[in-house]
């Protein structure tokens, strides 16, 4: 039996990993893909304290060394289901099944994507998930944000101050919000709305060199030259294995508090999979810090508990 599962080795999932090696625990972490997550899609990282130019994929290819030196079992198997019992928890995989004293769930969430020709083709060569990681590779240039959030908005509002021209594109003929960030946002000179249009098509062989806008309810298209696009439309969190188990919101994000634990005791959550506000690197980090503290303090606590007993 293992002390600790980890479902998922992005940064928060590693993360955990290193605090729960260090910790002495007997850990198993599982990842369905690439360890690394969402991150190895950054060219650059240069928002994360005391890291300068390092690439996405180094980043992740340093925790995961650090992982590996702690002697934690890493497996590449798909969590299909958790289970709880009075004594113990058991993770059902595609290959296996695994029980464990305390679950960390850290398996993320993916970007929404528009689904168009060369979408996937064309990420870190002028398409980004995340104005924030990759705002600054634009600078003095031609971007387009397309999405009608709050994330949508507040991103182009950091993105107006840093790129010469910043195109908001929307499928809605107005947003169906008001805030602070989209008043001031109407106030900029390099930001054009673009409401009641649809992208339709991304060109583009080595790098974004334009998108292809259509207007609903109009036949014309329209063909705009830009040198990075930002879509903005939303997350799916990774959470349909939980969903009979853990409590989630409406949109499948777990629900927890600050110290990373769910409705079920001995499980915790970290990283993006998590109900919260703020998703970057250092908050994935920073869960993963608490949920591996908090799972070595419950398999301690269980422990003073089986003494009394």
Do not use: W
């Amino acid at each position: 039996m293992y002390d600790i599962i980890i479902i998922g080795a992005g940064p928060s999932g590693m993360t955990a990993g290193i605090y729960s090696g260090i910790a002495r625990k007997k850990v198993l972490l599982l990842e369905k893909e690439a360890y690394g997550g969402q991150i190895l899609k950054a060219s650059c990282i240069k928002n994360y304290p005391g890291l300068d130019n390092v690439s996405g994929i180094d980043y992740a290819q340093k925790l995961y060394n650090q992982v590996k030196e702690l002697n934690i079992d890493i497996k590449f198997e798909s969590a299909l289901e958790v289970k709880n019992y009075d004594k113990f928890k058991e993770v059902i995989t595609n290959k296996n099944s695994y029980k464990t004293k305390t679950i960390i769930i850290a398996s993320g969430a993916k970007n929404r994507k528009l689904g168009l020709n060369n979408e996937d083709k064309l990420i870190g060569k002028g398409i980004s998930y995340c104005a924030t990681c990759d705002g600054m590779f634009f600078k003095d240039k031609k971007v387009a944000i397309t999405g009608g959030g709050r994330t949508a908005i507040d991103d182009a509002l950091y993105l107006s101050n840093i790129c010469k021209k910043v195109y908001v594109i929307y499928r809605q003929k107005e947003f169906k919000f008001d805030s602070i960030n989209l008043s001031n946002l109407r106030k900029k000179d390099n930001v054009e709305f673009i409401f009641n249009t649809n992208i339709i098509d991304i060109n583009g062989n080595e790098k974004l060199e334009s998108i292809v806008l259509k207007e609903n309810d109009i036949d014309d298209t329209t063909t705009l030259k830009i040198d990075g696009l930002f879509i903005a439309i939303g997350h799916i969190p990774v959470s349909e294995m939980f969903n009979n188990l853990i409590k989630t919101d409406e949109k499948g994000y777990i629900i927890s508090n600050e110290e990373c634990t769910t409705n079920i005791e001995g499980i915790f959550v970290a990283g993006d999979i998590r109900e919260k506000n703020v998703r970057q690197l250092t908050t994935a980090c920073s869960d993963g810090t608490i949920a591996a503290i908090n799972a070595c303090k419950y398999i301690e606590n269980e422990k003073q508990t089986d003494k009394c007993i």
